[in-house]
């Protein structure tokens, strides 16, 4: 087994690992420590079941069932599938999830503090993960907007990635959007978060999940969110997990932003997830 920094910016990853390795109390610790230091951990070809997945998922707090039933695993309600292939014409999970630079779930009141993604079948050519960390995306922040953020809540919202499904055919875009907020009321959070654990600074919002900063005007939220797009995206600080099979990659939702790529045509690439809601155990 060895373990190696991804880039100087984010991610740990270990090789030559099984699972009964991570079972070892010692292994599974350290790897909890550079989860928490690096805030992305990849565990390389780690040959798991489903069962087993949410095992490890169980040891860093509560795995919580997705939302929409029929992209639910069928025997296991805690992973979500995320997939493009089909089955009998039918997807089998969810397609084009997370293709855009997010922290996930931020626009929600309490996001679940990890997530924890396996490679079931992955192209090794396209459908790559990026990542950056958004300590490293704060540290870099020109020091006019550090002191203009400070302090600040903004507005999260999810309005502008909402996907139009069937059952909102007929509606105009205006009832659209009502309907949106009304099933996803926007949330506030503080715009600059200090991480419990290592005590850095970091931006909790991607613009693609941001309203506005509250006390900003439209200009001023135009301009921070192109410097903070840009700061996300710069690709000497971003990490590219190009997967190969049956990778296992856990990231703190909060100080991670990630974004998906496209998935070349006639490829099937499918990814069991698994959301982390924070139990009492390891918080104690
Ligand atoms: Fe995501």
Not at 112 to 120: D, E, N
Not at 175 to 197: I, N, Q, S
Not at 202 to 223: H, K, Q, S, T, W
Request: include cysteine; glycine fraction near 6%.
């Amino acid at each position: 087994m060895q373990t190696a920094h991804l880039t100087p910016f984010i991610g740990t990853e270990l090789t030559g690992a099984t699972y009964e390795d991570l079972l070892r109390p010692e292994v599974w610790e350290e790897i909890v420590r550079q989860l928490h230091e690096r805030e992305l951990f990849v565990v390389r070809g780690l040959d798991i079941t489903p069962e087993q997945q949410i095992e490890l998922a169980s040891r860093l707090g509560r795995p919580k069932p997705f939302l929409m039933a029929k992209y639910r695993h069928p025997e296991h309600e805690e992973i979500m599938i995320s997939s493009n292939a089909t089955n009998k014409g039918k997807p089998v999970g969810v397609a084009r999830v997370g293709n855009f630079w997010h922290q996930d779930s931020s626009y929600q009141k309490d996001a679940a503090p990890y997530t924890m993604l396996h490679g079931v079948q992955v192209p090794g050519t396209s459908g790559h993960t990026l990542y950056a960390n958004a300590c490293d995306v704060y540290d870099r922040l020109p020091e006019e907007w550090k002191a203009k953020v400070e302090g600040r809540t903004a507005v999260h919202t999810v309005t502008k990635r909402q996907r139009i499904a069937p059952e909102h055919a007929g509606l105009s875009i205006a009832e659209f959007k009502a309907l949106v907020e009304f099933e996803h009321p926007m949330v506030e959070h503080p715009l600059v978060k200090t991480d419990p654990g290592t005590g850095r600074r970091y931006i909790y919002g991607a613009p693609e999940y941001l309203d506005r900063v509250i006390g900003f005007d439209a200009n001023e939220n135009e301009a921070f969110f192109a410097v903070l797009d840009q700061l996300i995206q710069d690709p000497a600080h971003v990490y590219t997990h190009r997967w190969t099979p049956r990778d296992l990659v856990i990231w703190k939702t909060e100080t991670t932003y990630h974004a998906a790529t496209a998935i070349e045509p006639g490829v099937d690439r499918t990814v069991h997830r698994v959301s982390i809601e924070a139990s009492g155990s390891w918080e104690a």
